[in-house]
């Protein structure tokens, strides 16, 4: 039991460091070239290495840092032309996600309808970090939903967490309207509750154009 705790803490604490890691880099705190050390961050958080190590990991996973032998750790920054690229591929993995998921089953149209919900209460509380988790699921589940290993697999390995951050800070710097997202995520639970899959890849598809939009 005390293992789950701390691993549980652990994962809690890798999160939150990566957030501000994140949050540090796009804002200029942390400016491209810039050394990153485990030690003296661990230190600044007060935790062991392993959490600030993995957090790491991340946002070398997410095209944010650099880590090279013997030279450690150090800011990309944001490459907008990779982001486009990985939003690219994401549209296309979704897309072909839901023509293999119609006819869905309610159970999914059901997740999707609470995730859709959630994200709504989220903008209107301002909870950027809530619409981002349930925005994450939303999608994913849609991926899930295809029965396909390797697209999940590829979706995940993308490390989504860091990327849909830096989304949200462009869509937040850009003073966009959240209202045409949430209503194409609406619109796009209506169109698999009907099984019409044109329509379905149609949004979806639109949605990404928006997002390959802000970089």
């Known amino acids: 039991m005390r293992k789950n705790v701390a691993t549980v803490q652990r994962t809690c604490m890798r999160d939150r460091i990566r957030d501000i890691l994140v949050a540090r880099i796009l804002d200029g705190t942390y400016p491209a070239g810039m050394q990153l050390k485990e030690l003296s961050l661990a230190r600044e958080f007060s935790v062991s290495q392993a959490p600030v190590r993995e957090a790491l990991r991340e946002l070398e996973a997410g095209s944010l840092v650099t880590c090279e032998r013997f030279r450690g750790t150090r800011v990309r920054g944001a490459d907008f032309q990779e982001m486009r690229e990985s939003y690219e591929l994401r549209a296309t993995i979704e897309a072909r996600s839901i023509e293999l998921a119609i006819p869905c089953p309610p159970a999914i149209i059901e997740i999707l309808s609470q995730c859709a919900q959630q994200m709504h209460v989220a903008v209107?509380?301002?909870d950027?970090?809530?619409?981002?988790?349930?925005?994450?699921?939303?999608?994913?589940?849609?991926?899930?939903?295809?029965?396909?290993?390797?697209?999940?697999?590829t979706w995940d390995s993308f490390h989504w967490d860091v990327r849909a951050r830096i989304t949200l800070g462009r869509l937040v710097q850009t003073g966009r309207d959240f209202t045409p997202m949430l209503k194409l995520h609406d619109e796009l639970i209506d169109y698999l509750r009907a099984a019409d899959t044109a329509r379905a890849t149609g949004a979806i598809h639109a949605v990404f154009a928006q997002l390959e939009a802000l970089f």
């Open 124 to 126: 209107e509380r301002n």
């Open 128 to 153: 950027h970090d809530h619409y981002v988790n349930e925005a994450l699921r939303f999608h994913r589940t849609l991926v899930e939903a295809s029965g396909n290993t390797m697209f999940l697999r």
